[in-house]
């Protein structure tokens, strides 16, 4: 959420961050002008309390010496009644002004590149694609034929979109997640979480998925509970409405499965891994000071790759345009695996900072040195996601026989399996 005094402050700099971002100035001109009558009502409900203030003196003291002072206790009455209407009326006001905050997205750094996602940027790129002897294969038609998944049963349990993962399938499924998580808390330093997979309105406005993303999301209205979509959500969400004066930063690691409708998703590809509507994810999410946070970014997404490189897979590094970056973000960087059987690349990990916006919304602050208290700095990162990890082990692992050599790295969390064959 982006703090009222800016937008008061510095208007035609909010308008023209949004125009980059290619967004709407709707809830920016709804904002303004709610906040315009807001401050001019609480302007003169001000003045009227301070008159009554000082006609009930005068009353007090007329009625000290024996005066008639019914009319003026009358007027006193009339002037009350109207101050409670307007107090209602900033009350209103101010509902108004938070709910479209709410809507207006975070503004992007400076640092980005101005436009839609083909100005995207690689920074970066690490290894190189794999040279075939022969056309490689789908992960869809290697995974089938070695019994890693099951697509058709889980559509008929849950509808497209829901993977059904067997045998050596679920075993690299919970491989990766233990070798990502593993690495995060032994070797980056973060705390390993295992938080609650639904959330309630409060959380998902906290993290900015709600009020804008409702229709991409997974809701249970009897109970006003929410799926996640990324463990971002909890995990940000554990110190909203505190104030922190634990040492910073702090870092913490989680797993959990993510559920998301995508509902303008249609005509995309649909079958096998690439777009699903459950995945698994290792989550990365940081809680640092404003001073600190793009360093505390820059790092994320080493650790990110950290997961890539042990796992010897090509990727390459992007800085979002202004026009990409997701509501909340300031600045964000993707990191994108080669898949040769797809012949494209596949976004696996989303590094972001979203400076206070999000601290803003969930009421997360933290104690300075000099004691005063401030919104803190959240950032967090995929370390990474699957399913489309999955993907890219398969497609750049396949042999000519069909069978998958694995990363090394996996061998001892698939209990010394080094090599998935074609008779499974």
Not at 199 to 213: D, E, F, R, Y
Request: aromatic share 6%.
């Amino acid at each position: 959420m982006l703090d009222i005094k800016v937008i008061r402050e510095h208007e035609e700099t909010v308008r023209q961050a949004l125009a980059n971002r290619g967004a709407t100035t709707e809830n920016l001109d709804a904002v303004t002008a709610a906040d315009k009558e807001r401050r001019r009502l609480v302007t003169e409900v001000e003045n009227l309390k301070n008159q009554r203030n000082v006609v009930s003196k005068e009353i007090g003291a007329l009625k000290g010496k024996g005066q008639d002072t019914a009319e003026r206790q009358k007027a006193m009455r009339e002037l009350g009644d109207r101050i409670q209407q307007m107090d209602g009326q900033v009350r209103d006001l101010e509902t108004r002004v938070r709910e479209s905050v709410l809507r207006i997205p975070n503004l992007p750094h400076a640092s980005l590149p101005v436009g839609d996602a083909s100005h995207n940027q690689v920074v970066r790129a690490w290894g190189e694609p794999r040279k075939f002897a022969f056309k490689p294969k789908g992960h869809v038609e290697l995974g089938e034929k070695l019994g890693l998944f099951d697509f058709q049963r889980a559509t008929r349990m849950s509808g497209s979109g829901f993977p059904l993962y067997m045998g050596l399938g679920a075993k690299l499924e919970r491989a990766l997640i233990g070798f990502m998580l593993d690495l995060h808390v032994k070797e980056h330093g973060y705390t390993e979480v295992s938080p609650p997979f639904v959330v309630n309105s409060a959380s998902m406005i906290g993290t900015g998925q709600l009020p804008k993303l409702a229709e991409d999301m997974y809701h249970v209205p009897s109970d006003d509970l929410w799926l996640i979509p990324t463990a971002e959500v909890p995990v940000t969400n554990i110190y909203r409405d505190e104030i922190l004066d634990r040492p910073l930063p702090i870092y913490l690691t989680a797993y959990t499965p993510c559920f998301r409708r995508e509902a303008g998703a249609a005509g995309k590809e649909t079958r096998g891994l690439i777009r699903v509507h459950q995945f698994d994810k290792v989550e990365m999410v940081k809680f640092v000071e404003p001073s600190t946070s793009y360093d505390e970014l820059e790092k994320l997404v080493v650790n990110a790759e950290d997961v890539l490189q042990r796992l010897g897979l090509h990727y390459r590094v992007l800085m979002l345009s202004t026009g990409d970056i997701s509501f909340a973000a300031a600045k964000c960087y993707d990191i994108e695996l080669w898949a040769p059987g797809q012949d494209a690349w596949l976004e696996v990990s989303s590094c972001s900072n979203f400076e206070s916006f999000q601290a803003r919304r969930a009421n997360i602050r933290y104690r300075k040195a000099d004691g005063k208290v401030d919104f803190i700095h959240t950032l967090n990162g995929s370390g990474v996601a699957l399913a489309r990890l999955v993907v890219a082990i398969l497609e750049n692992g396949q042999e000519a026989d069909g069978s998958i050599t694995l990363p090394e790295a996996l061998v001892p969390y698939m209990g010394g399996v080094a090599k998935i064959g074609v008779e499974g």
